[in-house]
Each structure stands twice: as C-alpha cells, then as structure tokens.
C-alpha cells in the first residue's frame, strides 16, 4: 500500500535561514509526489511536483524539493525562509499510472513556524 | 488548471441536522475527490466521485452517512447527516485533469462545526 510520512510535526527555523520539510514515502511502482501548502482557513495550495526527470524540482515561492530513489525521500527545501512561509505542508504521493483516477495519499502534515 | 467554488466555507451545525456542501469546477472534470481534515490532521478520503455513476467509498465510509451527488462533470455535492461532534472537519473537494500526472486542484474547503 502507498503511504507518505512527516516524521517531524513542527520545524522551527529564524528569517533568512534555509529550511527544510521532511518526506519520505512508500510506493510499489514509481511514484508521483506533491507539496502542497496550507495557510489557515484557507484551503491546499499546489507548490511543486516530481514525475521524472531532474531529481531537484523547483516550484511555486521559491521553493524546491529533492527526489532521491534510493532513500525514498521528497525533501521541501527553501534557501531562505520568510515569516510568510509560515503554514501547514503536506507531502503527498500518488503511485504512477498511465491514467488519471486515483486520488492522493497525504502525509500527516508539518507545520512551518518561521520567526523574525 | 481548475479553478473550484466550494460552499459554504463554514458553518455551525446542530446535532442530528444534514449539510450539503457543493462544489462547482470551472471545467469539466472525470474524477471529483471528497476529503475530511479534522481538527490537527492530515487529509483522509472520504470518496471517489464519477459522474453518471455511484461514489465509491473509503473503509470507515458509508453512503448512508456521506451521501454524494454528481449529477454533471462540473458539479457536486457532499452531505455529512446527522450531524454529532465528531464531524466537525474540514471538508475539501478536489479534481483531478484527465492525466495522472498533474496535481489536484482543491477547493478552498468547509469548515464544519456540530453543535
């Protein structure tokens, strides 16, 4: 069964400082993988996705993830964190198809506090 | 893209009441998704939505409590019935374009509270 996990609920990091969002997920095939960002009362935004090619994908607000097979991990980067990125992230996956049809299995979530 | 009106984007319940929550897609879509994110947590699949065809639901999800519509390829509806407590979530639609590879689109969600 396909499964994504956030091993950390909450990553603190100061202004201007890199940050990093931790995934790592569990597929029997090749898989899909999303970012998606949730503000409060807001609902998810899409930021960025790999499906092939170039393991480090760049995405929406400077953001950008790194694919590694071997350690099954979709690490969301940003080189320099703002007090705005401050939201809830999900990691999600969706095992790879040749048709559209199956909907998205979602990490637990981890929530980004970026302080001043 | 899609772009999705969903709505209410809140409400405030009375146990044993329905709601019905619509959404509304800019285009026309094959597959609608209906997901729960209740207080501190992930999102978890309700239902799968064809239309012309019955939803098909997720273990822990039942038609009798989750009813849903779709009646047309830009349109649905989620009703969470008697309401109690334990409902309260937020509600999120979501569609997916016809290729597996591209992201899903969400709605902006209802936020249901049962009083």
């Known amino acids: 069964a396909q499964s994504v996990a956030q091993p950390e609920d909450q990553v603190n990091v100061a202004e201007g400082n890199p940050l990093t969002v931790k995934c790592t997920y569990s597929v029997s095939g090749n898989p899909y993988l999303f970012w998606y960002v949730q503000y409060p009362n807001r609902g998810l935004q899409f930021l960025l996705k790999?499906?092939?090619?170039?393991?480090l994908v760049k995405g929406s607000y400077g953001f950008e993830a790194e694919f590694n097979k071997s350690q099954t991990s979709f690490h969301l980067k940003k080189p320099s964190a703002l007090v705005s990125d401050s939201a809830l992230y999900f990691c999600?996956?969706?095992?790879?198809?040749?048709?559209?049809?199956?909907?998205?299995?979602f990490g637990k979530g981890t929530t980004l506090s970026v302080s001043s | 893209s899609a772009v999705i009106s969903q709505k209410p984007s809140r409400d405030i319940c009375q146990r044993g009441t329905s709601l019905t929550i619509q959404c509304q897609v800019d285009?026309?879509?094959?597959?609608m998704f209906w997901y729960r994110q209740q207080p501190g947590q992930s999102l978890t699949l309700i239902a799968t939505?064809?239309?012309?065809?019955?939803?098909?639901?997720e273990s822990g999800f039942v038609i009798d409590k989750f009813p849903i519509s779709r009646p047309n390829l830009t349109f649905s509806t989620l009703t969470v019935s008697n309401l109690s407590p334990e409902d309260s979530s937020i509600y999120l639609c979501?569609?997916?374009?016809?290729?597996?590879?591209?992201?899903?689109?969400f709605g902006q969600g209802t936020r249901l509270t049962v009083v």
């Open positions: 790999y499906i092939t090619g170039d393991n």
């Open positions: 999600a996956v969706r095992e790879k198809y040749n048709q559209a049809g199956t909907a998205l299995i």
């Open positions: 979501s569609v997916e374009m016809e290729r597996g590879d591209t992201e899903a689109f």
């Open positions: 285009s026309q879509v094959t597959m």
């Open positions: 939505a064809n239309q012309g065809s019955e939803a098909t639901y």
